[in-house]
């Protein structure tokens, strides 16, 4: 599976970004599929996941700000990232279990 990320950018705080990641499987509307990111100097950590049914979780830090959906026909997954805090700047991945993306910057600034 190959997982391409895109949407990052710069970001003033109390903005909004969209990123999307395609992958390559052919069955990806079976598979379950996860935002993470890792800030300098910090752990890659979760920040969301959906299932292939739809159903979705979220980190304590980014419940109520982010949203994840996926388009199965396209096999597209999208984060909707509002209200950016400087605290979410970092590298996001997007995940299929065992696969990862090349990861797209998000700077949010002050």
């Known amino acids: 599976v190959q997982l391409q990320a895109s949407g990052g950018g710069l970001v003033q705080a109390g903005g909004s970004l969209r990123l999307s990641c395609v992958a390559s499987?052919?069955?990806?509307?079976?598979?379950?599929m996860g935002w993470f990111r890792q800030a300098p100097g910090k752990e890659r950590e979760f920040v969301a996941g959906i299932s292939w049914s739809g159903g979705s979780t979220y980190s304590d830090s980014v419940k109520g700000r982010f949203t994840i959906s996926r388009e199965n026909a396209k096999k597209t997954v999208y984060l909707q990232m509002n209200s950016l805090k400087p605290e979410d700047t970092a590298v996001y991945y997007c995940?299929?279990?065992?696969?990862w993306g090349q990861g797209t910057l998000v700077t949010v600034s002050s």
């Open positions: 995940n299929v279990p065992g696969f």
């Open positions: 499987a052919r069955t990806f509307s079976n598979y379950y």
